[in-house]
């Protein structure tokens, strides 16, 4: 697995496992998302989705805090960057730059595997647009949290506005994201957040590590099945919902994974399920 990144590093939980850390490395920045982020978290997601070995991803942050969000340092240079004296034609420059920087969360909620957040310390601003695309929270009890965005006069533009409302709520959202204010990891948990708080970074990163291999232990089409029809349905109505997941069944049912599955459960054995297969035609989900 290529592990060749300036802002993240990709370890296998071990040789055995098909559990991969997808870890934000950069602690000297607090990991805030720098240009090279939004470059490396899309080709990152893609090569752990393609990757056989591959069942579930863990997203962590190195050092004291999980992510402070966009670096400070880009920010300037992404709202004045222009190769063009024509104002229309800077802000189209913008738009695709802005656009490029979502499709990095847009390709954690794509990524055929459940991808789960396990957060420490500060998740800010784009740490909250990056979380709010994974499949799953957990944070430690030192977590805190802010939608920062109004405070740097900007409309949060890479997930949280649009993700958000659907996990913790319309009014809840709009609370938290009109004041910016910081909350903890125990508010976090009564909004439904995060599913689980852990008491401290190793407890979080053991509990998850568990939590993950318990999921990757499971038929990968089963699981890949459910995250695909999960996320299709929040588009969709109930009568919608269940049409689109009758047709899914009525080509999956004939998996071998049921027959194996049923076959463990009766002997009270463990099923041993195949890989999943990459893409044969790279960017189809
Ligand atoms: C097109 C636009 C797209 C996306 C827009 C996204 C918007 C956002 O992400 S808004 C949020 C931006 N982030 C912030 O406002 C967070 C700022 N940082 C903090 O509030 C704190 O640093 C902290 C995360 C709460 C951590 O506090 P603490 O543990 O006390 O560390 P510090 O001493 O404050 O920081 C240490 C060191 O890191 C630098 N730093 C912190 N955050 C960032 C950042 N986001 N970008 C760049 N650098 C950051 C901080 O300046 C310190 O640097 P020194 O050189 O050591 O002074």
Known sequence: MES????????????????????????????????????????ALS????????????????????????????????????????KGRSSEQLRRKIKSMQAANTAIEQCRKPVIAAIHGACIGGGVDLITACDIRYCSEDAF??????????VADLGTLQRLPSIVGYANAMELALTARRFSSREAKDLGLVSQIFGSKSELDHGVTKIAEGIASKSPLAVTGTKAVLLRSRELSVEQGLDYVATWNSAMLISNDLNEAVSAQMMKRRPRFAKLIGNLVSGVH
């Open 4 to 43: 060749s990144y300036k802002t993240l590093e990709i370890i296998r939980n071990n040789t055995d496992s098909s559990v991969f850390h997808l870890i934000l490395n950069r602690p000297s920045h607090l990991n805030a998302l720098s240009l090279d982020s939004f470059i490396e978290l899309p080709k």
């Open 47 to 86: 090569s752990l989705d393609q990757n056989p070995d591959v069942s579930v991803i863990i997203i962590s942050g190195a050092g004291k805090h999980f992510c402070s969000g966009i670096d400070l340092n880009s920010l300037s240079s992404i709202s004045q960057q222009s190769s063009s004296d024509d």
């Open 145 to 154: 949290f802010s939608i920062k965005e109004v405070d740097l006069a900007i």
